[in-house]
């Protein structure tokens, strides 16, 4: 099982894209908040300004082009020009700033603002009771006509590979600012699937290891609830994204042509099949959970019937001994020369019957 475990380990490394962590300065010459600041037309990337607002002037001054400004963990004065530039709502520029967002979509004026939960599966060799399954991150996307605005928090869940891609596929890029944000919410929901598909390998594991005779019963409850716990810090990321999404690829806005819509409905269904998997893996989670502590009754149950079974074989020399001991002046046992063997013999008859009847019904 394990060998099986880890081919399956090796095989979702390989399949998983490199993510390279462009916040970090040396790959950011804008500064360790802006991570990049580029600018698009006809599909294609231009050279962008020195700065941020050379850069929005000469795409504005095309018409007909967009720039695509992403940041990692901004603070409201590092974010205040970017504000001002593009009149970002307030409501919305608090949110970015502060993040621990709910997945959630809203419309100010003609800027679209879209809050998606970004999960990443923490590699463990065995899951523990303290086991990290799965690590959350946010992504806030400020949708335009004329631009998109990433605001990134957490240690992972860098788009530089999906820039990449995209600007690798000029049909799709020509598409504008909502090709973008349908680019990330497919790489979100993308990356809910992967995560599913790993925890699926560690509730196998655990399902095994509750039913395998050698485990331990108090390390598994712990493992279950510590799987359990992780498991609603992926749904809490998950489910809310659903309405968004559907949002998106019915309803009309301003920022997201009607021909973007089959491309949200599309990710829709991947989240919808995401939630899926995370409501089998509940049932299946508390199913294991009933499972255990109905394991864990039956051996109490098993203690308690062998505890009640010696108990009952010691009564017979307790009572009997209880009885001589009172030390009546007429016992005439007391003075008889066979007295102390026999009742020595009667005492082990009477536990060796009473001990071969509870061997028989399976009490010992």
Request: aromatic residues 8%; negative net charge.
């Amino acid at each position: 099982m394990s060998v099986v475990k880890s081919l399956r380990k090796v095989a979702r490394l390989a399949r998983r894209p490199r993510r390279v962590d462009l916040s970090h300065p040396a790959r950011s010459p804008l500064g360790s908040t802006v991570v990049n600041c580029v600018a698009y037309r006809a599909g294609r990337r231009i050279t962008g300004g020195v700065s941020v607002e050379e850069t929005v002037r000469q795409v504005r001054r095309y018409g007909d082009g967009f720039v695509w400004i992403g940041l990692h963990e901004p603070s409201e004065e590092e974010f205040a020009g970017i504000v001002e530039l593009f009149g970002l709502h307030p409501l919305a520029v608090e949110d970015a700033v502060h993040a621990h967002q709910r997945p959630k979509l809203e419309q100010y004026g003609e800027v679209v603002f879209t809050v998606f939960k970004t999960v990443t599966y923490v590699e463990h060799e065995q899951l523990t009771a303290t086991s990290e399954v799965v690590d959350t991150g946010e992504i806030m996307v400020f949708t335009g006509r004329d631009f998109v605005v990433t605001v990134r928090h957490g240690r992972h869940g860098s788009l530089g590979p999906l820039r990449e891609a995209l600007e690798s596929d000029a049909d799709q890029l020509t598409k504008g600012p909502a090709a973008v944000l349908h680019a990330i919410a497919d790489h979100v929901a993308d990356d809910y699937l992967a995560v599913a598909d790993a925890i699926q390998e560690d509730i196998d594991q655990v399902e095994t290891d509750v039913f395998s005779p050698q485990s331990s019963p108090a390390a598994n409850a712990g493992r279950v609830y510590q799987l359990k716990r992780e498991l609603l810090e992926f749904k809490r990321a998950v489910v809310p994204l659903s309405r968004p999404l559907t949002a998106l690829a019915t309803e009309p806005c301003p920022a997201i042509d009607a021909g973007m819509r089959p491309y949200f409905r599309d990710v829709a269904d991947h989240v919808a099949r995401a939630t899926d998997q995370i409501a089998s893996f509940d049932n299946l989670i508390d199913s294991i959970l009933q499972a255990h502590l109905a394991q864990v009754t039956v051996a109490q149950n098993e203690d308690m019937r062998k505890i009640t079974a010696w108990a009952a074989v010691i009564a017979v020399p307790t009572m009997v001994c209880g009885v001589y001991g009172m030390s009546f002046a007429h016992m005439p046992e007391l003075r008889w020369t066979y007295g102390y063997p026999l009742v020595l013999a009667v005492i082990a008859t009477a536990c060796a019957l009473i001990h071969r009847g509870f061997k028989r019904n399976g009490w010992l």
